[in-house]
């Protein structure tokens, strides 16, 4: 089992930043991809980004130029420094561990961004 644990997310006005952070503990699989994804109301979860234990990145559309992921494989953690939010990224935001077996969720973080 692979528990993750996320910080950061609040509240924010247009054109703010927030970074978010999840830590990984448990039986953690260094090869993992990490990846955060992020669910509006009455919508599937979408991704944001993902992040390789190689450190190769990459965004979604929405968030390219925007958004920055980074990891650090000693600490099993990764980080999510978001830039130029709008109100359109309102949302909850999940980090995912995934592995060839296994994939794993933390419980979410609420992003609110206020025009």
Known sequence: QVQLVESGGGSVQSGGSLSLSCAASGNIDSRAIMRYYRQFPDRQRELVARITSEGAVNYAESAQGRFTISRDN???TIVLQMNGLKPEDTAVYY??????????????????VSS
């Open 74 to 76: 000693a600490k099993n």
């Open 95 to 112: 980090c995912n561990n995934l592995t060839t077996t296994s994939s794993y969720w933390g419980s979410g973080t609420q992003v609110t």
